[in-house]
Every structure is written in structure tokens, then in C-alpha cells.
Nanobody, 121 residues
Framework: QVQLVESGGGLVQAGGSLRLSCAAS????????MAWYRQAPGKQRELVAT???????NYADSVKGRFTISRDNAKNTVYVQMNSLKPEDTAVYYC???????????????WGQGTQVTVSS
């Protein structure tokens, strides 16, 4: 089985910082692109940031300059450091990963269960 488990969510004051983690486990040969998405109640899920196996990063315009995505391939873990948080950042944050599974070497996309981030004013 392959599972993604997020951690690090919580309540933070506007202007503060939070660091989210997502650890992948299971019969994984390699992980290609990893990403963070977020979804507020009644809103569409939106892409926050992506990072490729080689470390190329992309960010949504709304978080550029404030969020930093990174990964530790030895731990199969992706992080997002969130600084200068705004109330508009309040959402459930979901981890996403493209994983090459063993032993078939086929590519599958996986989602975590999500972690709540609440930014107070």
C-alpha cells in the first residue's frame, strides 16, 4: 500500500509561520512530482506549490514569495514552509504525489487526508 500522511497544521496568527510535512510510505520505487493543494469550505481545490524529483519548484501567484516547498528524498517527505500567513490562507491542505510503485514500475497519483490550517486576524 501507498499512503501519504500530512502533519503540522494548526491555528496561527496572521503574519505568523507554519511548516507542514507529508510523508509517503509503501511499496514505492521512486517519487516524481510532489505537490501541496488547499481547499476552503465551498471552494474549489487549488494548487499551491509543486516540486519535481530534481527540485524544480512552481508556486501559485497567491503564495509566491511567502511559501517555500522542499523535499527530502531519503525520507520520502515533502514540506511547505508558510510565512507571512494571511486569513485567506485558511483551508485544508492536501499532499499529492506521483509515485512509481514496485514491482510493476507503474505511475500512480496519491492524495493525503489533509490537515487544517487556520489563520486568525
Amino acid at each position: 500500500q501507498v499512503q501519504l500522511v500530512e502533519s503540522g497544521g494548526g491555528l496561527v496568527q496572521a503574519g505568523g509561520s507554519l511548516r507542514l510535512s507529508c510523508a509517503a510510505s509503501g511499496s514505492i520505487f521512486a517519487i516524481n512530482t510532489m505537490a501541496w493543494y488547499r481547499q476552503a469550505p465551498g471552494k474549489q481545490r487549488e494548487l499551491v506549490a509543486t516540486i519535481t524529483r530534481g527540485g524544480a519548484r512552481n508556486y501559485a501567484d497567491s503564495v509566491k514569495g511567502r511559501f517555500t516547498i522542499s523535499r527530502d528524498n531519503a525520507k520520502n517527505t515533502v514540506y511547505v514552509q508558510m510565512n507571512s500567513l494571511k486569513p485567506e490562507d485558511t483551508a485544508v491542505y492536501y499532499c499529492n504525489a506521483d509515485c512509481v510503485i514496485s514491482p510493476s514500475f507503474t505511475l500512480y497519483n496519491y492524495w493525503g487526508q489533509g490537515t487544517q490550517v487556520t489563520v486568525s486576524s
